[in-house]
C-alpha cells in the first residue's frame, strides 16, 4: 500500500472513529420510539424536548449563566496574568510557570475534592458561587496558556517603540498588546466557556441543593436509563457548536487580517 492510500486509509479511519458515535447519536433522535430500535421517522423526542422539559431548559439556563461568568472571569485574569509572566521578570517567575499550569496535570476529581475541603472549612455554602470559584480555577490555565502561546509569537519591537513615542504602559497595553491578543483571548473565552459548560466532575464535589447544572441533570436522568430527549438536547448542541465554531473561525481570519 503507497503512501497516499494509507494517508487515506488513516484519514477515513479517524473520521468514522470520531463522528460515527455523533451520526448514530443524530439518527435515534428522529427515532419515534424509546427503545434502541427504529420505529420510523418523528419528531416526537423534539417536541417533548420544548414543550415538556422545563427541568431540562431551567439546568441549562444555570450552566449557561455558570458558564459565562465563570469564563469571563478566568479570560480577564488568565489574559493579565499571561502578559505579568510573559514580559516582567521578578523572581521566582520561573517557579510561579509551573505552579499555574500544575491544574493542567492534576485530575479534575482531585481538584474538586480539594475545593470541596477548603469550602467547607472556610465555611461557604455550596452552590452558584462555588461552582464559579472551581470553573473559574480550572479555566484560568487554560487561558493562561493560550495567551502566552500568543505573546511568544508577538514582536516586542512593537512594545518598545510604542513605549519610544511617549505611551505609558496602561496606553501601550490598550493600544498595541490587547489588539494583538485578541484571537488568543477569544480562543480562550471560548474554550473555557466550553469547559465550564459541560464540567461534570469538579461542579459533582461542589454542587449544593438547588444548583444542579446540565451535566448533573443529564446524569440523572440517564441513571434510569437513556431517554430520547437528550439525543434531542444533544443534536442541538452539535449543531450550535458547528455554528459557533465557523463562526469563530472567521472572526479571528477578521481580527488577523
Known sequence: MDKRRTSLFFFLFSIVFFYLPLIVLVVYSFNDSKAMVWQGFSLRWY???????DELWRAFRYSVFIALISSSIST?????????????????????KIIVFLPLIVPEIIMGVSLLILFVTIKLQLGLMSIIIVHTTVNIPFVLFIVLSRLAEIDYSLVEASYDLGATEFQTLKKIILPLL????????????????????ATFFVAGPGSTTLPLRIYSMIRIGVSPVINSLSVLFIGFATILTLST??????FIH
Not at 47 to 53: A, D, N, P
Not at 249 to 254: A, V
Open 182 to 201: 485578541i484571537p488568543a483571548i477569544i480562543s480562550g473565552f471560548l474554550i473555557a466557556f466550553t469547559l465550564s459548560f459541560d464540567d461534570f466532575v
Open 76 to 96: 480577564i485574569i488568565g489574559t493579565l496574568g499571561a502578559i505579568g509572566l510573559h514580559w516582567h521578570n521578578f523572581k521566582f517567575k520561573k517557579y510561579l
Open 249 to 254: 473561525t472567521r472572526l479571528q481570519k477578521y
Open 47 to 53: 417536541r417533548e424536548l420544548f414543550l415538556y422539559s
